[in-house]
């Protein structure tokens, strides 16, 4: 129930800006994230942000490099990737929730509605 786009191939250092939003209704005051899986590991947290875009929370391995945001409508979520490398190669997930009662969450356990994954390949 979420379309999730905007993966690709590019280099080390480079961008990409993946999108999610929910298809055939609206979700009205969600929190979302994204988790990424990568071939042979398990699925780990990488950002989320409260229906506000008040609050946000970013995996230590990409803080600093990746950004959350919605936008004014809050119909579409966002995770802006700048100078990726090669260990961010993975499947990339959107997830909402629209029961958790906090500002987000980590945990993938607390998401009820899930993408179809876009696919992010860095090359070095």
């Known amino acids: 129930q979420l379309q999730a786009s905007g993966g690709g191939l590019v280099q080390a250092g480079g961008s990409l800006t993946l999108s999610c939003a929910p298809s055939?209704?609206?979700?009205?005051?969600?929190?979302a994230g994204w988790f990424r899986q990568a071939p042979g590991k398990e699925r780990e947290f990488v950002a989320a942000?409260?229906?506000?875009?008040?609050?946000?929370h970013y995996a230590d391995s990409v803080k600093g490099r990746f950004t959350i945001s919605s936008n004014n409508v809050k119909t579409t979520v966002y995770l802006q990737m700048n100078s990726l490398k090669p260990e961010d190669t993975a499947v990339y997930y959107c997830?909402?929730?629209?029961?958790?009662?906090?500002?987000?969450?980590?945990?993938?356990?607390?998401?009820?509605?899930w993408g179809q994954g876009t696919q992010v390949t860095v090359s070095s």
């Open positions: 055939g209704r609206t979700f009205m005051r969600y929190v």
């Open positions: 942000i409260s229906w506000s875009g008040g609050s946000t």
């Open positions: 997830a909402a929730s629209l029961s958790y009662e906090g500002p987000y969450s980590t945990s993938d356990q607390s998401y009820e509605y």
